[in-house]
C-alpha cells in the first residue's frame, strides 16, 4: 500500500483520539496506533474498483471511500474509513469514463452530470468544504451524545479532515471538465474554488449499507428498530436527522446512508436544532426523517417505497408506526417544537391550531 503525508489537519471539537482518553475499554487495542498513523499519512488506493489489500479494502457501492482493519483470523468488527483520495487511485480516469458511461436512473443525465448538477459534488472526488462540513457536524454529534450516558453510537466518529494539495484537485478538475459539456464548466470551477478534502472516520461495525444487502425478515427487524432508536436519540441530543435542504444530496437514514448494524454512515444531512430558527422549518424536517425512515424500513422489508399516487396502506401504517415511536422516545426535556409537533395530533382542537400556525 501506498501513502502521501497528510496534509495540516482541520481543527475539530472531538475526536476518536479524545475518546480514546476517557473511553478506552470500549475501543479494540489496535485503533490507537492506527489512529496515530493515519494523523501523519493517507492511504492511496491501488484502485478505484473493489480490492483487498493489507488490510485496506473498499466495500461494494462505496465509490469515494475505503476501509481499514488489520488483517487477523477474526471477522472484521469495526474500522476506519478513509474518504476523498480516490483522485489519487491510478485507475481514476477509468472511473470517470465508467460514470460518463451510465445513466442516473432514468434520468437523460449521465452520473458525472447527475452529481454535478444534482448533488453539487464533483464525481469521484470530495469537496473540501464537503469533507469539513461532515466531520465537524460529525464531531458536534458524538459530543452531544457523550453526555447521554449511553454506549458509542452506530455513527461515524471523526479523526482526521484536510485539504489535499492544490495540484492534486487541479488534475482531477481538469478530468472530469474533460468528459462533460462545456456549459458545465462554470458549475465545476465553482464546487472546485474550495479545493478536494480528504476525511478519515472511525466506525463501530464494518459499514454495510442496507442498499448493498438482502435482509432476511429476522435481520431487518433488528436493523430496523436500531434505526428509529438511533433517529431517537439524535433528536434527544438536540439533533433533526434530516432536513428540506437535504432534498436530492441524501440523507442519513436513506436506504444508501442507513447500515445494517442499525447506525447511520454519513452525517452530512443531520443539523443541530438550535440552528433551525424558523418553527416550520422544524416541523417539516420532522416530517422527513419520518418519510426516510419509513421508506428505508419498508425497502430491507421486501417492500416498495411509499407509494403518493394512491392510498398506500403499507406506506401509511409505517410512517405511523416510525411517528409513535419517535414521538414516545425523543424525550420529555425536548426541544418545544418537538413536543408540540408530536403532540398535535391529540385532538381536533389542537390539530386545527396546529394547521393554523404551520
Known amino acids: 500500500m501506498e501513502f502521501i503525508a497528510a496534509p495540516a489537519p482541520v481543527s475539530l471539537a472531538y475526536r476518536v483520539q479524545d475518546a480514546l482518553q476517557n473511553r478506552r475499554s470500549e475501543f479494540d487495542s489496535w485503533i490507537e496506533a492506527a489512529a496515530a498513523s493515519f494523523e501523519t499519512k493517507l492511504p492511496i488506493p491501488p484502485s478505484c474498483n473493489l480490492f483487498n ?9 462505496h465509490q469515494r471511500s475505503i476501509c481499514f482493519a488489520p488483517k487477523g483470523g477474526e471477522p472484521i468488527r469495526n474500522v476506519f474509513c478513509i474518504k476523498g483520495m480516490e483522485p489519487f487511485a491510478p485507475d481514476f480516469r477509468s472511473a470517470l469514463d465508467e460514470m460518463a458511461a451510465q445513466r442516473a436512473g432514468d434520468s437523460r443525465l449521465n452520473l458525472l ?3 454535478i448538477l444534482k448533488e453539487d459534488k464533483l464525481p469521484g472526488c470530495l469537496l473540501f468544504s464537503e469533507a469539513r462540513a461532515e466531520a465537524a457536524i460529525a464531531a458536534m454529534v458524538q459530543t452531544g451524545m457523550s453526555k447521554d450516558g449511553e454506549g ?6 471523526p479523526l482526521v479532515c484536510v485539504r489535499l ?14 468528459r462533460v459539456l462545456r456549459s ?14 480528504a476525511y ?3 466506525y463501530p461495525s464494518l459499514p454495510l449499507r442496507a442498499r448493498h444487502f438482502a435482509a432476511s425478515r429476522e435481520l431487518a427487524i433488528p436493523m430496523s428498530e436500531g434505526w428509529i432508536s438511533l433517529a431517537a436519540r439524535l433528536l434527544r441530543a438536540g439533533f433533526l436527522p434530516t432536513t428540506a435542504h437535504s432534498l436530492g444530496r441524501g440523507h442519513c437514514c436513506d436506504l444508501q446512508n442507513s447500515v445494517v448494524d442499525g447506525g447511520f454512515a454519513d452525517l452530512s444531512s443531520v443539523v443541530p436544532v438550535a440552528d433551525v430558527t424558523n418553527r416550520q422549518d422544524v416541523f417539516i424536517a420532522l416530517q422527513m426523517t419520518i418519510w426516510r425512515l419509513a421508506t428505508t424500513i419498508l425497502h430491507v422489508l421486501g417492500k416498495d417505497g411509499i407509494r403518493s399516487v394512491y392510498f398506500d396502506y403499507r406506506g401509511q401504517k409505517m410512517l ?6 419517535l414521538a414516545s422516545a425523543h424525550g420529555t426535556g425536548a426541544n418545544v417544537n418537538f413536543l408540540e409537533f408530536f403532540g398535535a395530533a391529540e385532538n381536533l382542537d389542537s390539530v386545527a391550531r396546529f394547521l393554523d400556525q404551520a
Open 152 to 157: 458509542i453510537p452506530h455513527l461515524p466518529f
Open 184 to 197: 458545465l464548466w462554470p458549475k465545476i470551477e465553482m464546487l472546485a474554488a474550495t479545493g478536494l478534502g
Open 200 to 202: 478519515v472516520y472511525w
Open 165 to 178: 494539495p492544490e495540484v492534486t484537485a487541479e488534475s482531477a478538475v481538469r478530468e472530469i471538465a474533460a
Open 320 to 325: 405511523h408506526v416510525v411517528r409513535e415511536r
Open 53 to 61: 489489500s493489507d488490510g485496506f479494502f473498499r466495500l461494494r457501492g
Open 113 to 115: 452530470e447527475h452529481f
